[in-house]
């Protein structure tokens, strides 16, 4: 139970609040199954990626709601320290392996990094 929500369910907050709409965090759970668990129970509202709901056990009994002006933001760093010699070329290879899937699942529209 927390009344301060924390990382994602406080950008929600935020939202919500300048709408001028009530919302209270009552619980924040980890884990998608168990987060539409407890939404088809009737104890909340939920955010989860499709194929989550699609193979979710609970999918008969929740309702899905398209909110077209809805953006959901991934940021993703790659963090290590400095490469040198032999670790070079396999963080290298980490990083640009990273990037093809996020990008051919359209997952994330690549940006420069600043720290690079």
Request: glycine fraction near 6%.
């Amino acid at each position: 139970m927390s009344d301060q929500p924390f990382g994602r369910s406080r950008r929600d907050f935020m939202r919500v609040a300048a709408a001028g709409l009530p919302f209270n965090v009552a619980v924040e759970a980890f884990g998608s199954e168990l987060q539409l668990s407890l939404v088809a129970r009737g104890l909340g509202i939920g955010l989860a990626v499709p194929e989550a709901l699609a193979r979710s056990a609970h999918r008969e009994s929740l309702q899905r709601v398209d909110a077209a002006d809805f953006r959901n933001v991934l940021r993703i760093r790659l963090v290590h320290g400095a490469p040198s010699g032999r670790l070079v070329r396999p963080v290298a290879l980490v990083r640009d392996a990273l990037m093809e899937k996020l990008e051919s699942d359209a997952i994330v529209q690549p940006i420069e990094d600043p720290i690079a």
